[in-house]
């Protein structure tokens, strides 16, 4: 759902044939109060979908572009 919820693609490349090779990242890291990706945890849809809105969702290239220039 939370895939979905996102348009299931790379919100800047487009990419969306393997969902494996793209990842929630959250924009502004002082306001995650969860990661979205964290296995074993269970939270209300709603807690999601507010969490989903401080986030992008990204290709793993973007991702380690974004870590690797700054």
Known sequence: MAIENKG?????CGY???SQALKFH???AWK???GI???GYTRGWL???????K???LSV????AKYTTE
Do not use: M, Q, W
């Open 8 to 12: 299931g693609s790379c919100d800047i």
């Open 61 to 64: 290239p973007i991702v380690t």
């Open 16 to 18: 969306r044939k393997c």
């Open 26 to 28: 959250h924009l502004d």
């Open 32 to 34: 995650k109060d969860f």
């Open 47 to 53: 807690n999601i979908r507010t969490e989903l809105k």
């Open 55 to 57: 986030s992008a969702y």
């Open 37 to 39: 990706s964290d296995k």
